[in-house]
């Protein structure tokens, strides 16, 4: 411990602990594949998602159909492309407004621990802990009805008290750092102390969070979107593909089957990451290897 | 119980150890951290982590350890070997109580029923100290100081009375009166048992006192062992002589001439009084505030390095945050260079005091280079000096680093260098006044050497005064001219340094220095017993 | 620990009172006028009056709130507009099925995760421990309502054991009923299984690096041992904050997995609720959810205390 060893970067040593990691590798491939997929369906899907093709209908696979036909004889080929669209802009947005809202309520907590303020922060985030994402999603499409808006609000909602708690969390044990009085005795103030030196020490641990909550985003929003309160048509989604299909199971497997294996694989391959970003990020391993 | 030999090779931290403990003896064995004294103590419990690999051969009365399965080693820990660890706080289960703690180990071990274990565990936990009527078999240890749960956790080790006693680093993290009960009890139950006892430390004054016999071990060997007064008078091995010299290291010091009285202090601390409020309130209950600091008064005069002891809880940390404006008092004043103090002080007056931690490890925020790091004071000045960069590197070769340091990470260092990185970061904005709160605490005892001679030189060559906080009697002692000692909030004794410690006025302070283990008197001591037994 | 009760309990008694302020400014005030809004655009003047005046509409705000906390906690939960009965029979009639049924799935969960989660940890990177995980982490990934239809694909209409859907009612007998049950169940259950499971692995492993643990093993307890006296207790209490928590998703669970088997449960009413725009029934199923959630949390605040002496002297 006193001989410091020669060491490579501290760069060249992380780029080896994300090729090592074997989840990480695997879950950036998959989760690659369904972002690349998603924008390919900007420019090109294989068939229109929308045109009808009742002749065609409940077609198996196919080289002109790849995952075959729905039973209005849509490719669903492109409505899973078009779906991974809906699903990421969902879980991406929601995820973003809970980290754009709790990491700095978590923070400012963080900083006034103890004070009103912080005690105020806490009880409303119990608060929000009360109504389980599906519950805030049924609230507000019972006044202002369904649609991806909506779905968006009430994932976000969610996502809030999440990223407040654990930034609070994390930033609380930094907090009682020495480098932190180190930084008080240097005059600078709460504020500057959370941007400079909390925030940069507790951002591991806001990615790992980001990529798992990116995944239950993912499957709130097609729980939301499988009973109705989601997107609404002609916006495809993979939840709807599946209330779709469920009365047309045992006729069709396929059409039921492809858009869950597409939601399984993404949230798999997300969570993956965040399993492969802990490994990365995790103090103990990088002692190691120090 | 016989000769124990350990001899283990194969494994690169450790290299062909051999020890030998008899029944009733003490045996120390002493090296710094990394030295491979607490391995040595694992591999005897076979207790190793995960893919070690263990060569040689380990004797307890003829059986060999090394070679005893997993199941056989089980029936011997706790019942032939018992283990005392460093950390008390953790050592016990926080869900159980310490009845049921100290009786399984009979339970594990014999067939005894519930109520006799209990039994047993009573009179273990009275042997140890900790009488029936107090310390009730119910208690948790969440209810209990460290002291008493060091006192619980030996009390698990010795239930069975076992031949041997392993405690590895038993009293580094309690106060100096309470490691000197610790330490005492472990003597007398190894005299009463007829045990044999290894008391794993770092720390010379320690074993000196208590052990038989010594082993002095370093990256794994042990480069020289032998009855105690032996080892301490030839100091065969130059190791040995080095660690001996840094254990009484005195900082060479060009003492300015004594400050005059009327010059005015830069620190003037009057009737300090910090009150926390009360934790855990409620609606219903509200348990007293506690007065942290409780009418403190002090004056640091420009040049002068004064002391402050005391034992954790007394004060003395929430007091440097008192004198560093980082709390609000509740009473009293604080002037530094003749103006008032606090929290909302201007940044120009902060920039004449600054600070160094304790925790090497602690006090730098990993994810910036050590340029930025000692750079951070300058935060204080109202505009960042222009040369700033050139003051960085002229702060950290005067603390004995390199300018291409500067570029580096902080977990590139090691902890004494790391501790030069924040005296250098105390540094760079001139203060007059530093305050070191327990700075070489955390240090082996001749990188700890360095360090003190280090700020020996700089308060001479600078001018700068020392708040030189610290638990360690021995550290004070060494670099301050004057020294106060603090008890439960108040200040109970000051003086100059030479006086307080030959000529203690108050009952506390004679308790503290008694019990702070000096090499040199235990060494007078025993050769004065030595002779007399001739 | 009476007072930790008590605070715990000032806590869910101060939850559900902000709870429902939220709920009623969301259904009453947001829309402007309910009346209306619950019958359309096209109503016409005396229906939308007569709805009017069965809902006091015509009286201040917070009279509204008052009356309608009063009439809960006497168990009026005023009248279904659509369905002309009272909401509190709707509503005892669902949880005949929605709570057994997020019950039946916990029990599963936790029968299933116990297990394999310790399993996993005392063979720390054997062949089963990371098969175990593998197998979370598919299970972690299922949509439960997907996963639901498979179950209905394989086991109703292929193997035909279970009927895909519908609940016959209690009165038929307990096990016709819990047969019925038994899809949703373990639809609800196995995802939250899998993440019990590795919560539970996790938590073991963490306390195995404790201090205490190596001082049992010192003692000369087994690594089995030390597990099951020592590091079970400890890891208890992570643990039991996801159960919590999973009873809360349960409950949500539920409401969808409802509308895969076609259970008559508070998922269908406050579904149809929404369809139909009848506010009464949303209001009060979501309170009543509101209210299961906030209760769970007590009991497991009150379980922690169990677990861990130091929760007991201390107050929150």
């Known amino acids: 411990m006193s001989m410091p060893a020669p060491h490579p970067t501290k760069a060249r040593s992380l780029r080896r602990a994300v090729l090592g990691s074997r989840s990480l590798m695997l879950g950036s491939l998959i989760t690659g594949v369904f972002v690349a997929m998603a924008l390919i369906s900007f420019v090109w899907t294989p068939h229109s998602y ?21 039973m209005f004889g849509r490719d669903v080929m492109s409505m899973i492309m078009v779906g991974a669209r809906t699903s990421l802009a969902v879980a991406l947005i929601a995820v973003g407004v809970g980290v754009l809202a709790g990491v700095p309520l978590g923070l400012f907590a963080a900083a006034r621990r103890g004070s009103l303020a912080d005690e105020i922060v806490m009880r409303a985030n119990d608060l929000v802990f009360a109504f389980p994402a599906l519950l805030i999603a049924i609230l507000i499409t019972a006044v202002f009805g369904p649609g991806a808006v909506n779905a968006i609000i009430a994932i976000g909602i969610f996502n809030i008290p999440v990223f407040a708690r654990l930034s609070r969390g994390a930033a609380l044990s930094i907090w009682q750092r020495e480098f932190i009085l180190a930084a008080r005795v240097s005059g600078k103030g709460k504020a500057r102390i959370s941007v400079e030196h909390i925030l940069p020490n507790i951002l591991n641990t806001l990615i790992v969070q980001t990529t798992i909550q990116f995944s239950l985003g993912i499957l709130a929003e097609a729980a939301l979107a ?6 609404q048509p002609p916006t495809p989604s993979w939840g709807k593909m599946l209330a779709d299909s469920q009365t047309l199971i045992a006729l069709a497997p396929h059409v039921a089957i492809v858009p869950g294996l597409a939601i399984v694989l993404t949230v798999l391959g997300l969570n993956l990451m965040g399993d492969g970003l802990r490994d990365v990020f995790d103090p103990r391993l990088q002692r190691g290897r120090r | 119980m ?28 002493i090296g710094e951290s990394g030295s491979g004294k607490s391995m040595t103590a694992l591999s005897i419990m076979r207790l190793l982590p995960e893919g070690a690999r263990l060569g040689g051969a380990i004797r307890l009365m003829g059986n060999d350890l090394a070679a005893c399965g997993e199941r056989q080693m089980c029936g011997i820990r706790g019942r032939e070997i018992g283990m005392v660890f460093q950390e008390p706080m953790t050592a016990l289960n926080p869900v159980k109580t310490i009845g049921d703690q100290v009786a399984e180990t009979v339970l594990v071990h014999t067939r005894t029923g519930r109520r006799e274990a209990m039994e047993i565990a009573r009179r273990t936990l009275e042997r140890v100290g900790l009488p029936a009527d107090r310390f009730p078999l119910s208690r948790y240890p969440h209810e209990l100081s460290g002291g008493q749960r060091q006192r619980v ?18 009293t580094t993290a309690l106060d100096v009166t309470t490691q000197a009960q610790i330490l005492k009890l472990l003597q007398g139950l190894v005299r009463e048992d007829g045990m044999g006892m290894i008391l794993i430390t770092h720390d010379l004054a320690v074993v000196a006192g208590l052990a038989d016999r010594i082993a002095i071990m370093r990256q794994g060997e042990i480069v020289e062992s032998g009855p105690t007064l032996d080892v301490f008078e030839t100091m065969r091995h130059p190791y040995t002589r080095s660690l001996f010299a840094a254990s009484v290291h005195q900082p060479l010091r060009h003492r300015p001439p004594e400050p005059e009285r009327q010059m005015d202090p830069i620190l003037d601390v009057r009737d300090a009084v910090r009150i926390y409020p009360p934790r855990g309130r409620t609606l219903w209950h509200r348990p007293p505030a506690v007065r942290a600091v409780d009418g403190v008064s002090l004056a640091i005069r420009p040049g002068e390095n004064v002391g402050l002891v005391g034992e954790s809880g007394c004060g003395k940390s929430t007091l440097s ?14 002037r530094l260079f003749g103006k008032t103090a606090g929290p909302h002080m201007p940044n120009a007056l ?18 910036w280079t050590v340029a930025r790091l000692v750079a951070e004071p300058f935060h204080l000045m109202q505009r960042k000096p222009v040369d700033a960069a050139a003051r960085v590197i002229e702060a950290l070769e005067e603390v004995g680093l390199k300018a291409e340091d500067a570029h580096k990470y902080i977990h590139e260092f090691s902890g004494g260098q790391r501790q030069r990185i924040a005296i250098a970061r105390a540094l760079i904005t001139r203060p007059e006044l530093i305050v070191l709160d327990e700075a070489v605490s955390a240090l082996d005892v001749s990188i700890r050497a360095q360090i003190l001679d280090l700020l020996a030189d700089l308060s001479d060559r600078l001018g700068i005064s020392y708040l030189f906080i610290s638990h360690d009697l021995s550290v004070v002692r060494s670099i301050t001219d004057r020294v106060m000692v603090m008890k439960a909030g108040k200040i109970v004794e000051t003086g100059p340094t030479d006086d307080v410690f030959n000529n203690p006025q108050h009952p506390y302070t004679r308790e503290l220095i008694a019990a702070t283990p000096m090499l040199s008197t235990a060494l007078s001591a025993r050769r004065e017993r030595s002779s007399d037994n001739d | ?32 006028d309910p009346a209306r809004f619950m019958l359309g655009m096209n109503a016409g003047e005396d229906a939308v009056s007569a709805l009017r005046q069965q809902m006091g509409l015509d009286a201040p705000l917070y009279w509204r709130y008052v009356h309608w906390i009063l009439g809960m906690a006497q168990g009026d939960f005023g009248i279904s507009y659509t369905y002309k009965v009272p909401v509190a029979d709707l509503v005892a009639q669902r949880l005949w099925v929605s709570v057994p049924l997020a019950v039946y799935a916990l029990a599963l969960s936790t029968l299933i995760a116990f297990p394999v989660g310790i399993m ?22 299922i949509p439960n309502f997907w996963f639901a239809m498979l179950l209905v694909l394989v086991f109703s209409i292929t193997l035909r054991w279970f009927s895909a859907g519908g609940f016959p009612g209690w009165e038929n007998g307990i096990f016709v009923g819990l047969k019925a049950l038994t899809l949703p169940a373990i639809a609800l259950a196995l995802p939250q299984a899998s993440i019990l499971a590795r919560v539970m692995r996790s938590a073991l492993l963490d306390t195995l690096g404790e201090d205490y643990i190596r001082s049992a093993r010192a003692k000369g307890l087994t690594q089995r041992q030390a597990l099951w006296r020592h590091a079970l207790r400890n890891a208890m209490i992570p643990v039991l904050t996801i159960i919590g928590l999973q009873f809360s998703f349960l409950l949500a669970g539920a409401i969808i997995i409802e509308n895969v088997f076609f259970l008559p449960g508070l998922g269908r009413l406050v579904f149809q609720g929404i369809t139909q725009r009848d506010l009464i029934v949303v209001k009060s199923v979501v309170m009543m959810l509101v209210f299961g959630v906030v209760l769970v949390t007590f009991v497991v605040d009150i379980a922690y205390a169990i677990v861990d002496p130091r929760l007991r002297r201390r107050s929150p």
């Open chain 1, 50 to 70: 929308a045109s009808l093709d009742i002749p065609n209908k409940l077609k198996g696979f196919s080289s002109d159909h790849w995952l075959g036909t729905d």
């Open chain 1, 226 to 231: 499988y009973v109705g309160l989601g997107a």
């Open chain 2, 2 to 29: 016989e000769k124990l030999t350990l001899d283990i090779g194969g494994t690169p931290i450790l290299h062909e150890i051999d020890l030998s403990v008899s029944p009733g003896e003490i045996l120390g064995v």
């Open chain 2, 153 to 170: 956790v030996i009390a698990m080790a010795i239930a069975l009375r076992p031949k041997l006693l392993i405690a590895d680093e038993p």
């Open chain 2, 321 to 334: 945050r008192a004198i560093l404006a980082l709390e609000e008092l509740q009473g009293g004043e604080i």
């Open chain 2, 350 to 367: 902060r920039a004449g005091i600054q600070v160094v931690f304790q925790d090497p490890f602690g006090s730098f925020n990993p994810r």
């Open chain 3, 1 to 32: 620990m009476t007072r930790y009760i008590a605070g715990r309990l000032m806590t869910l008694v101060l939850t559900l009172i902000a709870a429902s302020v939220i709920i009623f400014l969301v259904i009453e005030v947001i829309p402007g």
């Open chain 3, 120 to 141: 996993a940890a005392a063979r720390r990177n054997s062949a089963t421990d990371v098969s175990i995980m593998g197998m979370t982490q598919l299970g972690v990934a």
